[in-house]
Nanobody, 122 residues
Framework: QVQLVESGGGLVQAGDSLRLSCAAS????????MGWFRQAPGKGRDFVAA???????TYAESAKGRFTISRDNVKNTVYLQMNSLKPEDTAVYYC????????????????WGQGTQVTVSS
């Protein structure tokens, strides 16, 4: 059992930055891949970024060049630095774990946090 708690969301203007954090409980954090997903009202849960247990990262096309995922295996925390935010980034952002690589689809991830709201005004 892994408990994930996201934080750092808020209401910002277009062009601003936010840094999301996801704090994980448990002793096996360093064995998990970690991912960030987002879900806008009326839409599905979309992949944003993932980072492997070794530190390699991958991004959705919409996030490349603007977002950076990182992790601290000592603090059991994964981060998502979001720069140059756009109104279309507005969504609930979720953190999740992956024990074995399958894909970057949300169905490949197991434990999920409660989400943190990001709202970007124009």
């Amino acid at each position: 059992q892994v408990q994930l708690v996201e934080s750092g969301g808020g209401l910002v203007q277009a062009g601003d930055s936010l840094r999301l954090s996801c704090a994980a409980s448990g002793r096996a954090f360093n064995t998990y891949d970690m991912g960030w997903f987002r879900q806008a009202p009326g839409k599905g849960r979309d992949f944003v970024a993932a980072i492997s247990r070794y530190g390699s990262s991958t991004y959705a096309e919409s996030a490349k060049g603007r977002f950076t995922i990182s992790r601290d295996n000592v603090k059991n925390t994964v981060y998502l630095q979001m720069n140059s935010l756009k109104p279309e980034d507005t969504a609930v952002y979720y953190c999740a774990t992956r024990t074995t690589y399958r894909s970057n689809d949300y169905t490949s991830f197991g434990s999920w946090g409660q989400g943190t709201q990001v709202t970007v005004s124009s």
